[in-house]
């Protein structure tokens, strides 16, 4: 008897132009850059090449600059470490209720459409100077948008699936846990994903109102005092972590949502 | 007289929506011995769906009784464990979890039912040997073929025993020469298990082909209108479908559910 | 019936946030939290109208920006993907970028666009956009991409050219994910104003946050984060309603 089609072609993007092109992309733009720079002679206070950037952030950096961010990647982490857990919990104990599912949705997608930062000024006035309110900036920034797309993810499921459940007299945990659960992970991780940027924005702007700690406070010194490079330097830092952790997630993202190529 | 295996008692069930109330099934009662192959056939809307659905608890009656080996299925609390695993449920469109291998999907209903040990295991074995699958066991569904996500819903049907099978149209989304195929394997696996099975279809021929007696459905209210016992020698075979008998079958059934449409246009 | 259904549907929010509110002003009694704290939901609806005059120039001023800045940045955004997803070496070469470039809260931009701009809304509108483009950018790419096959088959079997397949075939295609984009890039956009302007300038509802914060007047700056939130929400229906018109039409 034959089998017709057997697997199908698992098209992985493992294509080497996938790293490649991007790194080619950047040694071209960098020299580019330098070489023009250079030749128009564009003052420094406006945009430095990037060799001075690179010099002059990495001494900033073996100074002061890598306790702020570490601080920010501090900050951010664990903000969404408590966000993620937090916003898939309320997520899982609204889902079970249809009633409270239809009326929560949109004071959720409220807190998603109002910038949460605009609470941060109010936040100080409430709980003083502690470094670590910043966490929970970040955590206000990013719960919301995160228990939206899980809650989502948890309500939007196909009837055929749950018949399948009901059919072996499946018990509502055994439900959950093997049937809306794994089926709720795409959306999840898109949410987490959105997340991230949430929460960087949140720890950046935190650092402008607050001062004191963390790379965006040293943007504004370092914009009192002129010294470009470093906010150059300091801006590309900020990029490192939200991207580093975007990268992260999607790497888990890539481990869990085996089914989805 | 031996208690019949499954039995109908005026099942009606009625499916109330915002717009309108819709009569899926009136008064249908039928008994299915053990050991038997029963098939449901008729046109869409005649409630076949609904039937099986019934039975397998996966919706309550709104009215009747339905009996598995003599026990009535409670009304309102959801169906005992030991009642629900008499049976297996094999639906029409290929339901697989997409995070699941194909071997993890198979063994869910012994995890469901908190089946262990190595008979289990062996009998996961078996099936998925039995189908063909057995290269393909850690593969997910997107990665195989429509008529083999289709024969592992078969076995993740049978992985823990059951002693009923219901069948809802399992073949209808695959093209004839594969279906074909695993009729006659359901044919073996019916013939060496001694399974009871309920199967639906629209296929006539397929019904023919199957089962030693066809329940013709119909609708505007779902009910039963006909019996038809198919009394044609086993085991059956591929090339019995150009005999005489069989085509008079086919004639026969045909006309029945011709009548029920004609019907529905007048 | 789909007209109660839709009634509920409005209804139902409605009724939830009045309870909310309740809820507030009960908190409040309950446990005599001090109004300078955290005042309740009726004073700040009447600050909010009486004090209506002082605050319009700054809500007009955060209005402009953001739907200036959201109404540049989507068109630039779909474009910009259109022209890299059909080429694939750019596709490759740009796509960890477009992730910096969401990614990278834009506050840290303004100090330097301050430098080379000055002080004015077009800065401000300027830093919208570059905060916003990135994520229609990133979701239009997206839908856009996911419609391939589809586009090979059709491009080999009509001989339609790229513009033919585009229009004809991909972007209709792919609108929910351009539309989840353009959702996006509504709850960035006014994200961005808001962070623009707590840094630069005491202009837009963002600078008055912060100045009735640093003089204890909590009631006005609640009224402000009011006014964002409706900005916010009025800019997410009117996405929401486009969608649902526009999806219908081209399916």
């Not at chain 1, 900050?75 to 009326?103: H, P, R, Y």
Request: with cysteine; hydrophobic share 50%.
């Amino acid at each position: 008897m034959t089998n017709k089609k057997p697997v199908k072609n698992k098209n992985k993007k493992r294509d080497p132009i996938n790293w490649i092109a991007p790194i080619v992309m950047l040694v071209i733009i960098v020299v580019v850059l330098e070489v023009l720079v250079r030749v128009s002679g564009i003052n420094r206070i406006v945009l430095p090449t990037p060799s001075a950037i690179f010099a002059f952030t990495s001494d900033a950096f073996l100074a002061d600059l890598w306790f702020h961010f570490l601080y920010n990647f501090k900050v951010i982490f664990v903000g969404m470490l408590i966000a993620v857990t937090l916003g898939m919990l309320l997520a899982a104990i609204c889902s079970q209720f249809n009633i409270v599912v239809k009326a929560i949705t949109p004071v959720v997608i409220l807190l998603v459409v109002t910038p949460m930062i605009t609470l941060i000024p109010l936040m100080q006035l409430w709980l003083g100077s502690n470094p670590n309110i910043r966490i929970l900036v970040v955590m206000i920034s990013c719960t919301p948008i995160i228990m939206l797309n899980t809650l989502t993810g948890f309500t939007n499921i196909e009837t055929s699936k749950l018949e399948l459940a009901r059919s072996m007299g499946a018990s509502k945990l055994q439900i959950f846990a093997k049937v809306i659960f794994p089926n709720a992970m795409p959306q999840v991780f898109t949410g987490i994903k959105l997340g991230c940027i949430f929460s960087t924005i949140g720890s950046v702007t935190a650092d402008f109102v607050y001062g004191m700690q963390g790379l965006g406070f040293k943007i504004q010194q370092y914009t009192k005092y002129v010294m470009t490079e470093q906010i150059y330097g300091s801006i590309i830092l900020i990029a490192i972590i939200g991207f580093l952790l975007y990268k992260i997630v999607a790497m888990i993202e890539k481990k869990v949502v085996i089914w989805k190529i | 007289m031996q208690e019949p295996k499954i039995k109908f008692n005026n099942v009606t069930k009625i499916f109330k929506t915002n717009r309108q109330t819709i009569t899926a099934v009136k008064d249908v009662s039928f008994n299915i011995d053990e050991g038997d192959f029963v098939s449901l056939i008729g046109p869409s809307g005649c409630g076949k769906s609904t039937v099986i659905r019934l039975l397998d608890d996966i919706i309550k009656p709104t009215q009747g009784d339905i009996y598995i080996d003599g026990e009535a299925i409670p009304k309102r609390k959801k169906i005992s464990p030991e009642q629900i695993k008499k049976m297996g449920f094999i639906f029409q469109q290929p339901n697989l979890l997409p995070w699941m291998t194909v071997r993890q999907n198979v063994s869910l209903p012994l995890k469901v039912f908190g089946l262990k040990g190595k008979k289990w295991d062996d009998n996961v074995d078996r099936l998925i040997e039995m189908v063909g699958m057995t290269e393909y066991e850690n593969a997910y569904p997107t990665e195989i073929s429509g008529g083999m996500v289709q024969r592992v819903g078969v076995i993740r049907a049978m992985v823990h025993d059951p002693e009923i099978l219901l069948m809802d149209e399992p073949f209808g989304a695959l093209d004839e020469m594969t279906r074909e195929q695993l009729n006659i394997e359901l044919l073996d696996i019916w013939r060496k298990t001694k399974k009871t099975i309920i199967f639906i279809t629209h296929n006539v021929e397929e019904a023919i082909l199957l089962s030693s007696k066809s329940y013709v459905m119909g609708t505007n209210p779902g009910r039963i209108v006909a019996e038809v016992d198919i009394d044609l020698p086993r085991p059956r075979t591929l090339d019995m479908i150009i005999t005489k008998k069989f085509i008079e079958y086919e004639e026969e059934l045909t006309n029945l559910i011709g009548e029920i449409d004609l019907s529905k246009i007048k | 019936m789909k007209r109660r259904e839709k009634l509920i549907g409005i209804i139902a929010p409605i009724v939830m946030f009045l309870l909310l509110f309740a809820l507030w002003e009960v908190v409040l009694k309950v446990f005599d939290i001090p109004r300078w704290i955290l005042p309740g939901p009726i004073a700040i609806f009447q600050s909010m109208i009486v004090n209506f005059m002082d605050f319009w120039p700054h809500i007009w001023m955060s209005i402009v920006t953001i739907f200036s800045g959201f109404a540049i940045a989507v068109p630039i955004g779909i474009v910009l993907a259109a022209l890299i997803t059909n080429y694939k070496l750019l596709n490759a070469a740009l796509d960890p970028y477009i992730i910096f470039l969401v990614v990278t809260p834009l506050v840290t931009l303004v100090p330097l666009l301050m430098y080379f701009l000055g002080f004015g809304i077009n800065v401000r509108i300027i830093a919208v956009i570059i905060q916003s483009f990135a994520i229609v950018n990133m979701n239009a790419a997206t839908g856009f991409n996911n419609v391939e096959r589809i586009r090979l088959e059709l491009m080999s079997s009509v001989r339609a050219n790229r513009l033919q397949a585009f229009s004809r075939v991909i972007f209709p295609s792919s609108l929910p994910d351009v539309f989840t984009g353009i959702k996006l890039c509504g709850i960035f956009a006014t994200t961005a104003c808001v962070s623009v302007e707590y840094v630069g300038g005491n202009e837009g509802l963002g600078s008055q946050i912060i100045r009735y914060t640093q003089f204890i007047n909590t009631e006005k700056a609640f009224a402000c984060i009011f006014f964002v939130a409706i900005i916010g929400i009025t800019l997410y229906s009117l996405i929401s309603f486009a969608e649902k018109k526009i999806i219908k039409w081209s399916i």
